[in-house]
């Protein structure tokens, strides 16, 4: 499978680094989080909406609204490993003690409540889609990018994002996984400024970083090419100097 980008904006939150000028300090190392750090406060979600959103949504809508307030995007697509699971996780922990389920838990806890928050606290009908597919997620959502865009959406917004992972789970990963909150956020137009080619994996190895992590710091490094690791498929990236 190939695809083919122009990157015109993006914005990204994780521990510790919100600012583009943090990014750009981060991407001149290796690709490390200090996981320590604490988030950066919202600026543009109304605070009523960041109450109701777990860390890693309200990245997501956050980033998602810098990048509105400043571009203009067509239709949107949210991509995500593992969802809402901290509002999963306590809703099956009140139901196996036979507990009242909290609402806000209960209303926030599907798939597509970040990229639903987003466009209600813009105020903007847009197309929007959201999707999981393991590891493979940010390049998936590529995918539905290439879709969108052959549909005619010429700007396309891609946020990658993930909450922290509740330490019930932590037993169940790989020991470098990544569990803290972060979001990344691309505007997206048809081009050949980034492209990629799919091959298979020899080797079954999943990065430390979430695939958007990865790719965002090649971005800004500058990197002529870089590969981001998949569970069926390796992703091959070039980038063609304007």
Not at 100 to 121: E, K
Not at 147 to 156: E, F, I, K, N, S
Request: aromatic share 8%.
């Amino acid at each position: 499978m190939r695809l083919a980008f122009t990157l015109l904006d993006w914005q990204a939150m994780a521990p510790g680094l919100n600012e583009q000028a943090d990014w750009q300090q981060w991407a001149g190392g290796p690709p490390n989080l200090d996981v320590s750090q604490p988030m950066a406060k919202t600026r543009f979600l109304p605070m009523m909406t960041a109450r109701r959103l777990m860390g890693g949504s309200r990245a997501a809508v956050e980033s998602g609204l810098a990048l509105l307030q400043r571009q203009r995007v067509d239709a949107i697509v949210f991509s995500s490993r593992h969802g809402e699971l901290e509002r999963n996780l306590r809703i099956l922990t009140s139901l196996a003690r036979e507990e009242d389920l909290s609402p806000t838990d209960f209303a926030m806890s599907v798939h597509n409540a970040a990229v639903g928050s987003l466009t209600i606290a813009a105020a903007k009908a847009l197309v929007s889609t959201s999707l999981s597919a393991g590891v493979d997620s940010f390049q998936q959502g590529l995918v539905e990018v290439t879709a969108l865009h052959a549909a005619g959406y010429q700007q396309v917004l891609l946020v990658d994002f993930d909450g922290a992972i509740p330490e019930f789970y932590h037993q169940h990963l790989p020991a470098k996984m990544l569990r803290s909150p972060y979001a990344v956020a691309l505007l997206l137009a048809a081009g050949d400024c980034y492209r990629c080619e799919s091959t298979p994996v020899a080797q079954k190895e999943e990065g430390e970083l979430p695939q958007s992590l990865l790719f965002l710091h090649a971005v800004l490094a500058e990197a002529a090419t870089f590969t981001l690791k998949g569970d069926r498929l390796n992703w091959q990236w070039t980038r063609r100097d304007e």
